[in-house]
């Protein structure tokens, strides 16, 4: 059914005085919305007004001709100019395939990308002609992502001309119902046929038993995933939605086709959602974008204040069929992801020698999958750090200093009891690192901290007790009356903390003039 649109848009200078958008508690549409709030916050025209509030999206000075110019340059085109640059990659590196895309308007792209490419002396003539004409076809054919067969927003409506008209009335409708009450939202959809119930997404808005058409017969409304982005997916919001019946206003239809351009153009692997818009906008926007949020150490510093929130983590992947699919990866407290994240942080602060990237992924792993004490154990291998100085091995002093007050911040930080109290004793060996330090030459430290590390590795208690005894008559300093109990009898974690703190000393030290060097 064709709506209003045929009459064209409200005149240029008329302005929207204010819009509202509330937050429903529903993910896919309130990613919309924050995708929307940043859409309109870097667009050039810097008479549109936004404000976004916990609960709220505001927007002053906005008209629909606006809107919608800058839902096609801003999503649609870009869209399209993604995947531009997917098919130059198959001929050139992707830095080179930005540069014969960048700054084009879409009323100029043919004419000036044409001619950027036959500035290119790499490429082949025959090459050229076949890049010309695939562009130049998928041009002709510029849609929202994911819903290409869609016969209001994609390929099935028969032409880009058919696919502006629907989308104008959607925003027509979109602003037209901003704010209405009930009755006045019966009168802006008369058109339509506004049925009894509020939208099962954001129970303001009333659903309609006609859907926008760019035809002349009224066409009935129906949710399906030509509609909405995650019909059938796991987690989705719009799925189980009285099937087959429209239930969706076409508010939230609206804020789909948003979150659809926030997929398409920026890729998440991992989205995360949470009951605070300013908050879902910081993790999507500015973390989620650069990294994984479990490996972001930013998120930590900003999110603090907001530990009684909680956040729900999803993972994202491409179904043919189906769209985006949403895999729910768990249901967590903040207060649980930020000691994660203060984890990563540690791990990405220690000094490995070889294969660094390869060992810090899978720490990493282990810390996202609560693997706390193989996490010590693989430190543990990293603890002392060999440079390579004119072809001989040297222990790289200070490189093993930081691992060691890393190792040692680690295995306090993983024993802390439920009240928040420490469950190491104080260091009691540390004292007996320093006094041996002032004693011993690097040399000698290195070939001890090796031998002492390999033994904590096999737990070989014995062997360390021996070991540590005849450094101590060696180089002549008294043996601490606990030390046999501290070595043989307490916990594990606490014998690695003793013995973290005495190397700790021990290569902190440095040796004294006129001292032998003795083992």
């Known amino acids: 059914m064709k709506g209003s649109f045929e009459q064209g848009f409200i005149e240029e200078g008329i302005r929207i005085k204010e819009l509202i958008f509330y937050r429903s508690g529903a993910m896919v549409r309130d990613l919309g919305l924050i995708y929307f709030y940043n859409i309109l916050k870097n667009k050039k025209d810097k008479d549109i007004e936004v404000e976004l509030t916990a609960n709220y999206l505001k927007v002053n000075n906005l ?29 050139m590196d992707e830095k080179d395939a930005q540069k014969l895309v960048k700054g084009i308007e879409m009323n100029a792209f043919l004419e000036e990308f044409g001619r950027r490419l036959d500035n290119r002396e790499d490429i082949k003539e025959k090459s050229k002609d076949s ?113 087959g019946q429209s239930s969706v206003c076409f508010v939230c239809e609206w804020m789909s086709l948003i979150s659809m351009l926030y997929f398409s153009l920026e890729s998440p692997s991992t989205i995360a959602y949470t009951n605070n818009l300013i908050t879902l906008d910081f993790i999507n926007s500015k973390v989620m974008l650069k990294e994984r949020i479990y490996r972001d150490k930013g998120l930590y510093r900003y999110l603090a204040k907001y530990r009684n929130q909680k956040i729900q983590l999803y993972e994202t992947s491409i179904d043919a069929n189906t769209g985006v699919i949403l895999n729910f990866i768990d249901n967590l407290r903040l207060e649980e992801l930020l000691e994660d994240i203060k984890l990563y942080d540690l791990v990405d602060r220690f000094h490995i020698s070889q294969d ?55 295995l306090e930080y993983n024993h802390i009891d439920k009240e928040g ?28 901290s090796f031998r002492l590390i390999q033994m904590m590795k096999s737990e070989n208690r014995e062997d360390i007790f021996r070991d540590m005894t005849h450094i101590i008559v060696a180089n002549q300093v008294n043996m601490p009356q606990n030390l046999s109990e501290i070595i043989m009898h307490r916990e594990v974690k606490e014998l690695h903390y003793q013995i973290g703190g005495f190397l700790e000393g021990l290569i902190n030290t440095k040796m004294l003039k006129g001292e032998e060097d003795n083992e």
Do not use: W
């Not at 901003?178 to 808005?205: F, G, M, S």
């Open 63 to 91: 008209n629909e001709q606006k809107l919608y110019d800058l839902i096609i340059n801003e999503g649609v085109y870009r869209v399209f100019l993604k995947g531009v640059v997917a098919e130059l990659k198959k001929k």
């Open 131 to 243: 890049i010309k004409s695939k562009i130049n076809k998928s041009f002709q054919s510029k849609y929202f992502p994911y819903v290409r067969n869609s016969p209001k927003y994609g390929y099935n409506a028969q032409s880009e001309e058919n696919f502006h008209n629907n989308l104008k009335e959607l925003v027509r409708l979109v602003i037209e119902l901003n704010a209405k009450d009930e009755e006045e939202q019966v009168e802006v959809l008369k058109d339509y046929e506004p049925i009894e119930r509020q939208c099962t997404v954001c129970h303001i808005y009333k659903p309609t038993r006609f859907d926008i058409t760019h035809k002349d017969e009224k066409k009935e409304r129906v949710s399906c995933k030509y509609d909405y982005l995650f019909m059938g997916s796991q987690g989705n919001t719009y799925s189980n939605y009285f099937k």
């Open 421 to 448: 109290g420490r469950k190491m004793g104080n260091q009691e060996l540390k004292e007996l690192g320093i006094k041996l330090g002032k004693k011993m030459g690097e040399q000698n430290k290195k070939r001890v």
């Open 356 to 410: 660094r990237a390869k060992k810090v992924e899978i720490i990493k792993e282990f810390i996202k999958n609560k693997n706390r004490i193989t996490v010590e154990r693989l430190l543990l291998n990293e603890l002392l750090v060999i440079e390579n100085v004119n072809g001989s091995r040297s222990l790289d002093l200070n490189a093993s200093k930081e691992n060691i007050q890393l190792y040692l911040e680690l």
